[in-house]
């Protein structure tokens, strides 16, 4: 049987655009699952404090050991935040506001601020989903995550922003609270804990340092900075650092005499330090 040339033309076009045609869909299925699978940007990472596998809310109470503890204060700084991606570190640039400015950040966990008119609004007017202010990590520029993603920072405030005069810093470099003296610098990490016989404290920060007096700076570095290393791998979506309080004080049996204001020597002391660089109590996720 003889196919005429002109039929053979005609399949041939037809097979040629179907092929053509089939190839396109298959790029615009693929663009598109690419752009509904991508994570958004973010221009903020929640805080959240975790005991126990249970994020703890305000007013809430640690149970340790049939003992209810009630945290009066929880506050960390944190400094030189940045990200490593594909190999490439990235500083992350912060917002400008009472608890965050160039490059530091001041996180608080206090059931005195816990009240509804100390709620900030959230973009969705919801206050429902509304968060605290100091409980939020606030981009300059939205961030977008790249398939592996390590966010780092440190525990504590570099030599030269810690000894300033905290009268003349702006905050969160200002808080009484978080401040010994000008020799000794701020308070890197603050957590006071109560129950009904008695309190439980925890206060960070550098030791061995020297001046002419305890209101005046060191000229020197601390023998003892005490700053933490952070690296933290992001494990889902990169929404949360979660703080995991239990990890942080695990292995401490709560009283008064394992209070820990960095004594030299106090085993409590190199616990908790112990805890907090290897122990997990940061999560990114």
Known sequence: MTINKPL??????????CLKFLLLLGVFFTVACSDWTKEKPLSTIKIEFWYEQQVLGCGQNLNRETINWGIEQFAFFISDINLTQQGEKQPLVLQTNDWQRAGIALIRFDNSQCGPDRLMSSESGDNDTAALGFQNLQFAEPIQWADESQLNFT?????????????????????????????GGHKFLRLDMINEKQAWTFHLGSTGCTSA????????ECTNPNNV?????????????IVHLDKLLLGIELDTKSSCLMQPGKKSCQLLMTNLAENGVFEWR
């Open 8 to 17: 053979l033309a005609s399949i041939h076009f037809i097979n040629s655009n």
């Open 155 to 183: 525990l504590g405030l570099p030599f030269t922003l810690n000894h300033l005069n905290p009268l003349t810093q702006p905050s969160p470099l200002n808080i009484p609270s978080m401040f010994w003296s000008w020799r």
């Open 213 to 220: 007096s305890a209101m005046r700076s060191p000229q020197i």
């Open 229 to 241: 290393q952070i690296s933290l791998a992001r494990q889902q979506q990169g929404e949360y650092l």
